[in-house]
């Protein structure tokens, strides 16, 4: 019976098939079963507390650790090439155990200014409510970050490519911004996955990923991970996982496995079908400006090049003709695209495409004023459409869009 799997000298495509997986040793069952149960018959007492847990200790409550959810987070951690992992119900529960994990009353958050606009409202809404101080700022003006930093600040929480604007963050220079004020850096690398970026390795201490987007891949189950050392991670079972509860679900962690093991093949024909839609929308004389990292016209293109191993699917466009224009063609694609879907969410096999007026944007999740509102508009005009190239053919999807972008 083969062992389980050892990743250490293993290539991306190869641990995302086998890592954190073995043969059912019961059955020799070649694709993994799915625990479902909630607890577990041990062979001696166990302790009733999540501080006593560690790695070894064996499955007692599926809220504390479930096999089919370790095999994802091995499986993922192996992706990320990080230490260890933990899996929570969504993208947000992911988002909100670092965030409760790490800030206390009194303590300091940096977040990026424009980020995933749940991660948005609860460090600006929910967060003061604790007693955290939060400060929104453009990630790429370093030199806003290293003012905005205090004695208290325990956290910047980064994202790159940043949504919706496709913005990237510098991640080694942020991490050292960060470090040299004592705080740790924390970034939302669901657009980059782990197959574009690994930014532990650049000195990032928390990578999350929203499961529901690329790792996951095919729009069929919500999840959410965080990446980590294992001191930091360890930490975060025994308070979010445990304490917190909203873990995932075997069954989806079932599912998300099963998509991981195609991510890295995935995330080479993305790249590859967005550029050829990329190149394909930036000719159209509809189009005023694309935003993809994969382009030369990039604002950060050196930077993509750098920090990305791949491009990923996502990138934004907008028209000619502002917001009315952009209002008029949201409408045509939601009633005339017939093989792109008008949906929120990315990352799946499916081409998804969704409007983003800016004025939305700045002045509700946002809350954006002076240099951040001017940088905005300045990148998205006023408003974006944010396509996620799913894994159709590249002439389809261009007819599609041409269909309706007149
Ligand atoms: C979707 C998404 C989230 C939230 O993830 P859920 O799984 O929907 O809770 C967070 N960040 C980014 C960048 C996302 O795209």
Avoid at 22 to 34: E, K, Q, V, Y
Wanted: proline share 5%; with cysteine.
């Amino acid at each position: 019976m083969a062992r389980l799997f050892d990743n250490r000298f293993a290539g991306p495509r190869t641990r995302a098939i086998h890592a954190g997986e073995r043969p059912d040793p019961a059955t020799g069952a070649s694709s993994p079963n799915i625990v479902m149960s909630s607890t577990y018959v041990t062979d001696k007492p166990e302790g009733f507390s999540a501080y006593e847990m560690t790695e070894d200790s064996p499955f007692v409550y599926s809220r504390w650790a479930n096999p089919t959810v370790r095999q994802l987070e091995e499986k993922v951690a192996a992706l990320e090439g990080a230490e260890a992992a933990a899996a929570y119900g969504s993208g947000m529960g992911a988002a909100a155990a670092i965030l409760f994990r790490e800030l206390s009353a009194g303590d300091h958050l940096i977040l990026s200014d424009v980020s995933y606009a749940g991660i948005a409202e609860f460090a600006r809404d929910t967060l003061p409510r604790m007693g955290v101080e939060v400060s929104a700022v453009n990630l790429t003006r370093h030199d806003d970050i290293a003012a905005a930093m205090r004695p208290n600040t325990r956290l910047i929480f980064a994202d790159t490519p940043c949504n919706p604007l496709m913005r990237l963050t510098d991640l080694e220079a942020v991490a050292k911004i960060a470090h040299d004020g004592g705080a740790k850096l924390a970034v939302d690398s669901t657009f980059a996955s782990p197959v574009a970026t690994n930014p532990l390795a650049l000195g990032v201490d928390y990578v999350m990923h929203s499961l529901t987007k690329y790792i996951g891949g095919h729009g069929d189950a919500v999840g959410g991970v965080v990446c980590g050392g294992r001191d930091l991670i360890r930490g975060l079972v025994s308070e979010a996982t445990v304490h917190y509860g909203g873990v995932l679900s075997p069954f989806n962690a079932w599912l998300i496995s099963r998509g991981a093991a195609t991510l890295p093949i995935r995330m080479r024909a993305h790249q590859e079908t967005a550029m050829a839609v990329a190149e394909a929308l930036e000719a159209h004389p509809a189009v005023e400006r694309v935003l993809y990292p994969g382009l030369a016209s990039h604002p950060q293109a050196e930077l993509a090049r750098r920090q990305m191993k791949n491009f990923s699917g996502m990138m934004t466009f907008r028209l000619k003709g502002g917001r009315a224009a952009g209002d008029t063609a949201a409408e045509r694609m939601a009633k005339g695209l017939s093989i792109i879907h008008y949906a929120v969410s990315l990352g799946h096999h499916r081409t998804l495409v969704c409007w983003i007026p800016s004025d939305d944007m700045i002045q509700n999740s946002f809350r954006l004023t002076g240099q951040n509102a001017a940088d905005y508009r300045d990148w998205a005009g006023d408003g974006v459409f944010r396509l996620s190239i799913g894994l159709e053919d590249a002439d389809d999807l261009i007819r599609d869009l041409e269909s309706v972008l007149g």
